[in-house]
């Protein structure tokens, strides 16, 4: 993982301090049973996360809807280092979602999606090599980014 992979991935991850409460405490936490043209895994559920692993022919992509608190400036952050990558168009207002592609050429192209929210949920679309760039804009497309951005 590169530096600025690990630097993003610390600032999302980091903890809210205990007194205060994330924005998106109250909103649940879902992935969809049905994606049009992606048979759908059994959902995974921890401790303030889901997962779920999304298939269409030898494309397999896990994501994940994860609790990730972010504390003062931490979305400003998170904004600021995500402009080294590729931006993804998201189903929320720019102003509460940003979304970025971690793509490879080899060994064959391949691309994930990393999203947070400023209400502090954390979500990743990662293929393990074998998912596009529209693959996991599909998937995206199919989560509910805009009212989890809202969840106040």
Sequence with gaps: MGALSAAVGVTACRR???DVVPRAASAPLALPDV???FAAAPLVKGAGFVRRTYARGATLV???????PLGPGGFEGWL???QAFPQAALDAPAADANGFYQCTERPAP???LLIQLRSGVHV???GNGTSTR???DALARALPLRALAAAR
């Design 110 to 112: 391949s691309c994930d």
């Design 35 to 37: 994606v049009d043209g």
């Design 124 to 126: 990743e679309l990662r």
């Design 80 to 82: 600021q280092a995500s």
């Design 62 to 68: 896990d994501v994940t809807l994860a609790r990730a």
């Design 134 to 136: 529209a693959d996991v």
């Design 16 to 18: 809210a301090p205990p």
